[in-house]
């Protein structure tokens, strides 16, 4: 039986995009997101994490921080306790700063990164038996092995490894959706990193579906990849699928796991 830890929640932080949600970091070009369906997208999120058994919490937009609606990537959950992290992108530290008093209103005991080290949330992936931490240019060997340290006292494994250069974070291609089972792509299956687990692969030309979340007996899955939501259906067939409308996250390249921090308190 698993320890459901990479899935079994009961609440999350959130914060609500912001109108300077444009301004936000991105790998290429394309339209703006429209703030107003930004807004009511993450909203209809927010909701399907409360019917996934969540307790969600919402902080408000900070307009001087355009990316800061993806609170994944400044702090790490555990049971234990939460880490404050440190972004790879500079625009992004002061981010920090903004999360440390609301973990504190949710854990007892917060640890914070020192540095030099940087890392990124959305280079971690927690499954039931380890953490696996993917390097990448947010995220590189000084700040992992401050982070597996950190871990290590709370008796969790780390593991680092290689995200292929291609991908902006380990999690952009991959997610663990238990049963020691890992949705992922093409790339991310023959890189090796997951030889230890089931890998369930997208369909071809969905490759974004790989950045989904299981919460509790729920899979948060984005929308317009029918093809990865059948395969789901059929893996997955004792759990629930929710398909959202994340097209406004992904012109500033983010997704499902990126606008939440999902934690287990007992």
């Not at 408000?60 to 234990?80: G, H, I, K, N, R």
Request: proline fraction near 5%; charge should be negative; glycine fraction near 10%.
């Amino acid at each position: 039986m698993t320890s459901g830890l990479g899935f079994r929640f009961t609440h999350s932080i959130s914060r609500m995009p912001g109108q300077s949600i444009a301004s936000g970091l991105r790998a290429g070009g394309g339209p703006d997101p429209d703030p107003a369906l930004f807004i009511a997208q993450h909203k209809a999120y927010l909701v399907a994490l409360g019917e996934a058994g969540v307790e969600p919490s919402c902080l408000p937009a900070l307009e001087a921080y355009p990316d800061s609606v993806f609170v994944e990537d400044p702090a790490l959950c555990m049971p234990q306790g939460a880490i404050l992290l440190r972004p790879g992108a500079k625009s992004r530290a002061g981010e920090t700063q903004e999360m440390l008093p609301v973990l504190y209103t949710h854990f007892d005991t917060v640890h914070i990164l020192q540095g030099p080290g940087m890392v990124d949330g959305g280079d971690i992936m927690v499954t039931d038996d380890e953490v696996l931490v993917g390097l990448s240019a947010r995220t590189d060997e000084s700040g992992f092995s401050e982070l597996e340290t950190l871990l290590a006292g709370w008796g969790h494994k780390a593991r680092m490894v290689q995200t292929p250069a291609s991908i902006l974070h380990f999690k952009t291609a991959s997610s663990f959706l238990g049963d020691n089972t890992i949705l992922c792509t093409e790339v991310m299956a023959q890189s090796g990193v997951f030889d230890a687990y089931q890998i369930v692969q997208v369909a071809k030309g969905e490759e974004a579906a790989a950045n989904a979340i299981r919460v509790n007996d729920t899979i948060l899955l984005s929308a317009g990849f029918p093809k990865t939501a059948q395969i789901l259906r059929e893996r997955f067939a004792d759990l629930k699928l929710v398909e959202l409308d994340t097209s406004q996250a992904a012109l500033v390249d983010g997704g499902l796991s990126c606008m939440s921090l999902r934690f287990s308190r007992v």
